[in-house]
């Protein structure tokens, strides 16, 4: 599905205090000012032809650049204002007026408020549903415990959140701890003791997930720390088998099987054939972003790359709207709320949902 670039703002209030109901009056001093500028792009002094010619060259695209910003602004296009508003400033600072100047800023920190997400979100595609958890620590279980669950197995043969699985971050490393679970869980066939958390190494781990005293897991749970984001922690879920009964046991199993839960510190890294938390189709080699949280989901392109957010290219960090569709590479995300497993497998049944 393919989304408009007029995106539905998540309201977040500013940093200054500045609320959305404030933004007609600077956005018609910041047209006003425009139109001020349009108007002086010719009255320049120059000295020689070659100097001429490139003042003219100047003020033609510096006078393109504010009718491009004065049609956003008009139409409400914000992503494409918030785009054109970071060129503005990146390219053209020592020709702006020392009034247009700090509006266009507070007009840039505006839209980014507007538009910041600070609620969990999940980008989704054809094949996963990724959730980006910006935290310290998760839990990983069967949800409708005490706690609620950050990495939800909605089956019957795993214990309930705060019994089941822990994982924590203490300085540089990630832990992960049995909470005392029912029926245990196992790593290289030796049994995870409650209050023994255990480091995880950078490269994949995989824990057994509720196996029996005479029967085999039939949940594997993928852990991987990327070697180039040591700061964060990828997870997946993997079933050994179909034995009697588990579909009775696991309705939510083709769901949960298709999620990737991301759980990082500050930011994770987005590329093709580097090993960082968010692998996306492409070519090329390097890391071609990260995505960070700082009051909000930021994606930030890495030097002399580009993002796309919806239609708008951004190579600056942007912020990530709800409704949005973000380009990575060669991969698309649509951008969610992020859905616990048993209000979507509800959804699934009733409505179709993904």
Request: proline share 9%; charged share 20%.
């Given at each position: 599905m393919?989304?408009?670039?007029?995106?539905?703002?998540?309201?977040?209030?500013s940093p200054a205090g500045r609320t959305e109901d404030d933004r007609p009056a600077l956005?018609?001093?910041?047209?006003?000012?425009?139109?001020?500028a349009e108007q002086c792009t010719d009255a320049t002094m120059v000295l020689t032809r070659s100097a001429k010619l490139t003042s003219r060259s100047n003020s033609a695209t510096q006078a393109q650049t504010f009718a491009k910003l004065s049609a956003a602004l008009l139409q409400s296009r914000w992503l494409e204002a918030l785009a054109v508003s970071q060129a503005v400033l990146r390219n053209g600072s020592q020709s702006l007026t020392s009034t247009l100047h700090p509006q266009i800023a507070e007009l840039r920190r505006s839209i980014e408020q507007q538009l910041l997400v600070n609620s969990t979100i999940d980008l989704v595609n054809e094949t996963h549903r990724i959730h980006l958890l910006p935290r310290r620590s998760v839990l990983v279980g069967r949800p409708g415990g005490e706690l609620p669950v950050d990495v939800a197995i909605d089956c019957r043969l795993v214990s309930r959140g705060e019994r089941n699985l822990s994982l924590s971050c203490s300085g540089a490393n990630w832990h992960i701890e049995d909470l005392g679970s029912t029926n245990g869980n196992f790593l290289d066939g030796s049994r995870l003791m409650p209050g023994a958390p255990i480091t995880l190494p950078v490269?994949?781990?995989?824990?057994?997930?509720g196996r029996g005293q005479r029967s085999a897991a039939p949940i594997i749970?993928?852990?991987?720390?990327?070697?180039?984001?040591?700061?964060?922690?990828?997870?997946?879920?993997?079933?050994?088998?179909?034995?009697?009964?588990?579909?009775?046991?696991?309705?939510?199993?083709?769901?949960?099987?298709?999620?990737?839960?991301i759980v990082f510190r500050t930011q994770v890294g987005v590329a093709v054939g580097e090993d960082c938390a968010l692998r996306i189709d492409g070519s090329g080699e390097g890391i071609t972003a990260a995505i960070r949280y700082q009051n909000g989901f930021w994606v930030v392109p890495s030097a002399g790359s580009k993002v796309i957010v919806?239609?708008?290219?951004?190579?600056?960090?942007?912020?990530?709207?709800?409704?949005?569709?973000?380009?990575?590479g060669n991969s698309r995300f649509r951008v969610e709320t992020s859905v616990p497993a048993t209000t979507e497998h509800v959804a699934t049944e009733t409505e179709g949902a993904l």
């Open positions: 393919m989304v408009g670039t007029s995106v539905k703002p998540h309201r977040a209030a956005v018609k001093a910041v047209l006003q000012q425009l139109m001020t490269g994949q781990t995989q824990i057994q997930i749970l993928e852990v991987r720390r990327p070697a180039k984001d040591p700061g964060a922690v990828v997870l997946s879920l993997r079933r050994t088998g179909a034995p009697l009964g588990m579909a009775d046991a696991w309705p939510t199993a083709e769901q949960d099987l298709a999620r990737r839960w919806n239609t708008v290219e951004f190579d600056a960090p942007a912020p990530i709207p709800l409704g949005a569709e973000l380009r990575l």
